[in-house]
């Protein structure tokens, strides 16, 4: 089974704080993902990365950063939180071809107070 | 042109009943069309997946319908339990994509009244 493993499932920060969210797969799959989860606006993507070292920016990249230094571990970063990046972050894994299943961690649910 | 419009929002179906959640895309590139289940306090996971060669595909109560012509496509639950509440997802993906994405739709909280 595919096992894809988000650091927290809770997290609360304070506005400014810059706060790590960290994934990791145990299936040596190339591609890794960042959606962002909200009631009516489905999953919209984040970042995501193809290889170690690369990323690309999905369709709300701002206010973001990643970090993916091996191949199993892809790290959302938040350099200074804001309220409005108060949702559930959910990290996902695909190998490599578009007509092949996502996995989903769990998801970190954030709150920005 | 890169979305994926899912409809209806949330939905209440009896057990036993049909439940039909739609889903409809512009780009006629897109060749690969998965639906996801999601259970409270887990990630989403794929249900069932259709490409565009054929017009339906089956697995058990599950079955996936889709009409190229009209760019629309339809998951259809039959004999619907209340183990099938959950928030579903359509999306679609085209193959070769550079940029590997799938695009998914808003999403269906689907209730099964026992």
Known sequence: DVKVTQSSRYLVKRTGEKVFLECVQDMDHENMFWYRQDPGLGLRLIYFSYDVKMKEKGDIPEGYSVSREKKERFSLILESASTNQTSMYLCATRVRGARTATYFGAGTRLSVL | ?114
């Open chain 2, 1 to 114: 042109q890169q979305q994926v419009k899912q409809s209806p929002q949330s939905l209440i179906v009896q057990k036993g009943g049909i439940s039909i959640i739609n889903c409809a895309y512009e780009n006629t590139a897109f060749d690969y069309f998965p639906w996801y289940q999601q259970f409270p306090g887990k990630g989403p996971a794929l249900l069932i997946a259709i490409r565009p060669d054929v017009s339906e595909k089956k697995e058990g109560r599950f079955t996936i319908s889709f009409n190229k012509s009209a760019k629309q496509f339809s998951l259809h639950i039959m004999d619907s339990q209340p183990g099938d509440s959950a928030t579903y997802f359509c999306a679609a993906s085209r193959r070769y994509s550079s940029a590997s994405k799938i695009i998914f739709g808003s999403g269906t909280r689907l209730s099964i009244r026992p």
